[in-house]
């Protein structure tokens, strides 16, 4: 739920020029796409038929369909039931179109953003979403939602009613110049829906929303199903023609990958986003993908890749010493395992903002030393004098250059082998252990323990379920895990999350590894509080430079394209987006196709 959550509030971008004028769409970079009075985005069919199922798995389990909260695991899919006051197309950087909200005023000097509500929109039943609607939502995600969002909002002083179905949102100043497009971001709830409930307990019962579907039936921890809403309001809005064509989407969940991958081949479910290269080089070869019924594709992307990675946690005494995480980076052999693990189809991950133009390269440019040079003391001096890189190995599997380079540096920590086993001065063994909920890591993560024991390092991995692991991430209770940090084309306030001071501390933050230091949370003010592309670009490459040389974690990989599979029963629009993958919002049933699968599957 949290890397969900992550990813759909990871959306944020440099600053505008903005008029107090009533807008339908506005963008924090240059100018919407799509002009007043526009009919359907471009990367959908506006005549897609309805009907159908769309059947779908999840991993794990769920004890909530409240996906806003930091208890329990939320239901996948549980963000459709609401809509939110804007909504963003897929083929921008980052523009907003009103969804709840009919126009947005935006204060010349930033300091406040006003929505005027459309009078058609309507919750799931039948009453009309309000300006009062509007301000209880915002306080109950700031007072009793996950904690993301008390940061999120943290500079937003007060939401007002200032007309009929006018709301008004005032900041603390006009610095934070994404306020305007994060409040459009805002899910709204019925207010009376939640009397005498209690917002951040977990719940099974289903919530009232304004979206285009509603849970239809669940099985606990199993399945859940979504119907589109019969009459919904905002079908016929210019963001919404052609998407949302499904009658039902269902998700079924599955103990693990290995699993689920049979569910597919057996025609349990439909679509299938492979994350895991093996599958991808070898398991399709089975009947239905020989004889066209299941049909793969590669879809090329735009988006940052972000980072996935091996992260530390160091608050543990363990992982405090940059020396022992720099070591520890040199005992993984990225070659040698994209080689024979993944059949060389991944590229290193050498930056926090990877595959876009945000990412350092060489040496700091004239524009970030002026964002450096203030903290010169307080950053290793390599920084400063030779571009960043990881450890390169020959790939045969020996890596002894590495593993000696390794040793050296933790020798220089204070760890020596004594007996067998790499201890420090008071003779504790150095041992740790990885979680995670995914058995698919084993593969990768066995023969990094491996070259651990060669340093004399006891390591073990140790798969937990997805309750139990969301509840230690949330409390920080663990040594190393995998963990993803995505990215936008415009990092912003997310970032916080990710790496302030003031969220490592912050049970159910997503600053996981713990990372506290002054140097960055004045980068991070820096790149919030950009006031051009320019100046944001100059703070993400400083901003990367910093935590890359502080080894916070082990850098994965990345492709930049989407792996698909599915069950040939589709239609798709003739272009796709550029920043994501619309399946559920686009794609539709196509009944001859449809029935040729049926037929083929015995139904």
Not at 218 to 237: D, E
Not at 259 to 285: H, M, P, S, T
Not at 345 to 372: D, I, M, Q, V, W
């Amino acid at each position: 739920m949290l890397r969900a959550l992550v990813f759909a509030l990871a959306l944020l971008v440099a600053a505008p020029a903005l008029a107090q004028t009533a807008q339908d769409g506005i963008a924090l970079h240059g100018a919407p796409k799509y002009p007043p009075g526009f009919t359907h985005f471009d990367y959908v069919n506006p005549d897609a038929p309805k009907g159908g199922t769309l059947h779908l798995a999840s991993i794990g389990t769920f004890d909530t369909v409240n996906p806003f909260t930091l208890k329990g695991v939320a239901a996948d899919g549980a963000g459709m039931v609401f809509d939110t006051l804007m909504t963003q197309s897929m083929d921008e950087p980052f523009s907003e179109y009103g969804l709840l909200a009919q126009s947005v005023t935006v204060a010349p000097d930033h300091t406040w953003v006003s929505y005027k509500l459309r009078p058609e929109a309507r919750f799931q039943d039948g009453k009309p979403v309000t300006a009062d609607d509007v301000i209880f939502s915002f306080n109950t995600l700031r007072d009793k939602g996950h904690p993301f969002y008390r940061s999120y909002y943290k500079d937003v002083v007060k939401a007002e009613k200032t007309g009929p179905e006018t709301v008004k949102f005032t900041f603390r100043d006009g610095t934070n110049t994404e306020l305007p497009l994060i409040m459009g971001q805002l899910p709204v709830f019925e207010k009376t829906d939640w009397k005498n409930k209690d917002f951040a307990a977990t719940t099974l019962t289903p919530i009232i929303g304004s979206g285009p579907y509603k849970i239809e039936s669940m099985q606990p921890g199993r399945s859940i199903t979504y119907v589109r809403v019969k009459n919904w309001w905002g079908a016929n809005l210019p963001v919404n023609k052609g998407r949302y064509n499904f009658d039902r989407i269902a998700y079924d969940y599955y103990r693990d990958s290995t699993v689920a991958l049979q569910a597919f081949f057996a025609g349990r479910y439909d679509f299938r986003a492979e994350n895991i290269a093996k599958n991808w080089a070898l398991a399709y070869n089975t009947p239905a993908v020989q004889q066209g019924l299941i049909k793969r594709q590669e879809i090329k992307n735009e988006l940052p890749a972000g980072m996935q990675g091996f992260i530390f946690n160091i608050r543990r005494p363990l992982f405090q010493d940059v020396r022992v995480r720099e070591a520890l980076n040199d005992a993984f052999d990225f070659e040698w395992a994209n080689k024979n693990l993944a059949y060389g189809a991944y590229k290193r991950t050498t930056s926090y903002f990877e595959n876009s133009e945000l990412a350092a390269t060489g040496l700091p440019s004239p524009a970030e030393l002026k964002l450096l040079n203030p903290f010169r003391a307080q950053l290793p001096p390599e920084l400063f004098t030779k571009p960043f890189a990881l450890p390169v190995s020959d790939g045969s599997g020996e890596n002894r250059d590495n593993l000696r380079a390794a040793a050296a540096l933790l020798k220089q920590a204070g760890w020596t082998i004594q007996n067998g086993v790499l201890a420090n001065a008071k003779g504790q063994p150095f041992t740790f252990e990885i979680i995670d909920d995914e058995p698919a890591f084993t593969r990768w993560i066995e023969p990094f323990l491996s070259n651990l024991r060669r340093l004399g390092i006891q390591a073990t991995f140790r798969i937990v379920d997805t309750s139990q692991y969301q509840n230690r991430l949330d409390n920080f209770d663990f040594d190393m895990t995998v963990s993803v940090f995505p990215q936008s084309l415009s990092p912003g306030n997310e970032e916080f999350d990710f790496w302030g001071s003031s969220r490592a501390n912050q049970k159910g933050s997503r600053n996981l590894i713990g990372v506290h230091d002054p140097v960055v949370d004045a980068l991070l003010q820096k790149l919030v509080h950009a006031d051009s592309r320019e100046d944001l670009v100059t703070a993400c490459r400083a901003l990367d430079r910093v935590l890359s040389w502080q080894y916070y974690l082990i850098p994965n990989w990345y492709i930049g394209s989407f792996r698909i599979a599915y069950w040939d029963k589709f239609g798709q629009p003739k272009i796709a987006p550029p920043y994501g993958l619309a399946v559920a919002d686009t794609w539709w049933v196509d009944p001859a196709k449809a029935a040729k699968i049926d037929a083929a599957q015995g139904r």
